[in-house]
């Protein structure tokens, strides 16, 4: 058996063989031993409400996930060079929730494989090289994908940008050049795209993909204002790129509205990827696109991916789409993320603290700051919010470029009444912390 070792004979272990370079959540980290619906449970059998997990999205070891796992590994695990029935279902199952234009799926093992088969696509289709993304992204870890980051290029240990990557300026209506009170905001800051295609047009370059996530993550759960992807994607096209979304963080019916984020913005990416909620954990990850453009991909030159697309997580990523539709997920979603952005918007009127709550289903993100006019960011506050919420047995983290934004995207089975504990819970924490 393993043994059962204490939290600090943990750390020490780990400082002595794993990658020294993984962080850890919290001043003192918790060790956690069991996960079910919106809970994790650490060693003493203290329940946690998990509001940063969104990759458990069904809910923590949901019984209908790992039952099909576990029936699936007992039965058979291969590649995708046999035939198999569950590869050729979850490929149509997962299309049918796309617009009909988007209807070749290509699986992988994470949303960083995704994003770097989705590149791998475009510069076959475009025959360019150069790539525009927004600023503070991430897309992955991979050293193509740390390239395409600005959230990690331009972060600690970073390189800085590199020659062939542009960044457009991040549509940000709360903090940028153009505020919310801007009808127009969306289509101003999409023109800032002329400006890395004129960039790449003078090193001789074409542009061939403009990444975007659907709503930013790292950004700092920025919602894109109304009219950015459809004048940015025109910009895009224009130039001969092709435009990616990245659904990583919000796709599979986390937004609300809607199955896909984009789908807000009005537009038909031409390559969506996926990743983290797409297996509840397992490791998946999957590229939709359209079949002119899969085809042209067929160069001679296989993708072949072991892991990717095998019985075991095909059948997990059924049960995932099956247990979004039967509980009702996208709706719930709606529903409950409706009545905290009611609750953090009547909560912003008490505590000065809080800047901006934005947001769309459950992924929401409640910005603080010290000053509403020159919206200094309270990053120490925010991470105060973190621990007092901590003691309390709440999981939350913060995230965007001043780590002042509360970050809300819990596992979509966050109930009503985990809502109403942790608006009353963060009132508490607000009126100390101020
Ligand atoms: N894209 C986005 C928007 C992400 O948030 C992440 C992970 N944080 C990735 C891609 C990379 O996914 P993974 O860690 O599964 O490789």
Partial sequence: PIPNRSAEDIIALRRQHLNPSLSMSYRQPLKMVRGAGAYLYDQDGHAYLDMVNNVCHVGHCHP???AAGQAQMAQLNTNTRYLHDNIVEYAQRLSATFPAELSVVFLTNS?????????????????????????????????TMIELSPYKFDGKGGRGRPPHIQVAEIPDDYRGRFRKEDPKAGVHYADDLHCAIAAIRARGEKPAAFYCESV??????????????QAAYAHAHAAGAVCIADEVQVGFGRAGDYFWAFEAQGVIPDIVTMGKPIGNGHPMGAVVTRPEIAQAFMTGMEYFNTFAGNPVSCAIGLAVLDVIQQEGLQAHAKQVGDFLLHGLNEMKKNHALIGDVRGTG???????????????????????????LKAHRILLSTDGPHDNVLKLKPPMVFSMNNAQEFLMRLDQALSQIS
């Avoid at 010290?370 to 105060?384: F, K, Y």
């Fill in 64 to 66: 209908t996930v790992v």
């Fill in 362 to 388: 459950l992924f929401i993100g409640v910005e603080l700051v010290r000053d509403h006019a020159s919206l200094e960011p309270a990053t120490a506050e925010a991470n105060a919010v973190i621990e007092f």
């Fill in 111 to 143: 949303g960083t494989e995704a994003n770097d088969l989705a590149l791998r696509i475009a510069k076959t289709y475009t025959q360019a090289n150069d790539v525009i993304v927004v600023d503070h992204a991430y897309h992955g870890n991979s050293p």
């Fill in 216 to 229: 930013l993550g790292c950004g700092g759960q920025v919602v894109l204002p109304a009219g950015y992807l």
